[in-house]
């Protein structure tokens, strides 16, 4: 169709294009559906008349990691991807809780293990001040399984957890979903 797997994605989402997934999980689109976009009429925009060119904010990403390795992963992973980031990176629990109390970013993605201030330390102070983190997604990125995690440390219901390594394309569209909810939110 020469678009993008994001662009194809959202026209799912947005019910432009019928799709299904299979019991693996994977969304797949007749080839019908195919042919019915590449034969739809694309509307043709005047040269006289512009529209307005609205650019999306950047996506404000605090990493909480402390291996120097995983947050060069990070950052090459963030320099494939579609949605504009703004990235900030603390090495401990301590300085990520500096960080977010001069900015709220949109996402907090912390490891567990860290020293001296673990990230189970800073889930627990982002649940106990609830109010002031409402809008900050948080997303747990960790060596250990899920089960190991939630044996170590409370491990709040309204984190997202993905076991390291992470793949890619996993977090490519958790971040095109993420953006698309802060756009929807902005627009209101």
């Not at 401990?92 to 900015?103: E, Y």
């Not at 800073?122 to 609830?130: A, E, K």
């Not at 095109?176 to 939110?185: A, E, I, P, V, Y």
Request: with cysteine; proline share 6%.
């Amino acid at each position: 169709m020469g678009l993008s797997v994001t662009t194809v994605q959202k026209m799912v989402l947005r019910g432009e294009i019928a799709a299904w997934n299979t019991p693996g999980g994977h969304r797949r689109i007749s080839v019908a559906e195919v042919k019915k976009v590449l034969n739809a009429k694309v509307p043709v925009v005047s040269p006289l008349v512009e529209a307005p060119i609205v650019s999306a904010p950047k996506l404000a990403i605090l990493l909480v990691e402390d291996d120097p390795i995983q947050i060069q992963f990070f950052r090459s992973i963030l320099k494939r991807c579609s949605v504009a980031v703004d990235l900030s990176v603390a090495t401990d629990a301590s300085i990520a809780l500096t960080v977010l109390r001069r900015r709220r970013p949109d996402l907090v993605v912390t490891d567990l293990m860290m020293l001296p201030l673990d990230g189970f330390h800073l889930l627990n102070v982002l649940q106990s001040d609830g109010a002031a983190y409402a809008n900050v997604d948080v997303l747990v990125l960790s060596a250990m399984d899920e089960e190991e995690a939630r044996q170590a440390g409370p491990l709040p219901s309204w984190v997202t957890y993905y076991q390291k390594p992470i793949n890619p394309d996993r977090m490519f569209g958790y971040l095109d979903s993420l953006n698309s909810r802060l756009l929807r939110r902005l627009s209101r």
